[in-house]
């Protein structure tokens, strides 16, 4: 992974595998501003899935867009990468595009995460419903604690799809 640091430089080098299996070019997103959020179904912050997907939906038109990827390295997630995509569309009503399960921490993390955090210069994720904020020049603007309501990012993203 070490190698891969020095090459990537924003997050459109990094790619993802959808639920449905497609592969997710994150280049897709240039010029865009973007959530990238690791989730969990069963998590007491799940609601958060709601706040973001209204955020989603309020300002998608002008170049905004949520990433979920789940994990269950906190052992709340549901058993498999479909029975967690119906979870989230029937209780959270999500739309925005979520991933195939993936570890935010450890030997086996997903490279986009070992990114994110360096990007952003704080180390490991702690818990679910770690948010960063990325401008549209795929940069990390900022990282988000578990427990900050999507609402309260609200402005951060306006200022960015301005």
């Not at 609601?47 to 709340?76: C, D, H, I, M």
Request: charged fraction near 30%; include cysteine.
């Amino acid at each position: 992974m070490k190698g891969t640091k020095s090459v990537m430089t924003t997050i459109y080098d990094f790619k993802e595998t959808e639920m449905s299996g497609k592969t997710i070019d994150l280049s897709v997103y240039k010029d865009k501003v973007i959530v990238v959020v690791n989730t969990a179904s069963k998590c007491g912050l799940a609601p958060q899935l709601t706040a973001l997907e209204t955020l989603y939906q309020k300002y998608k038109e002008q170049g905004f867009e949520v990433l979920g990827l789940p994990s269950n390295q906190f052992r709340q997630e549901l058993d498999s990468d479909d029975e967690t995509n119906e979870y989230c569309k029937v209780h959270y009503g999500v739309t925005f595009p979520m991933t195939k399960r993936i570890k935010v921490n450890g030997d086996k993390e997903d490279p986009l995460f070992t990114y994110l955090k360096d990007a952003a210069g704080h180390g490991k994720i702690k818990w679910n419903f770690t948010k960063f904020l990325i401008g549209r020049d795929g940069q990390v603007i900022k990282r988000y604690a578990p427990q900050t309501k999507p609402e309260k990012m609200e402005e951060d993203i306006v200022a960015a799809l301005k």
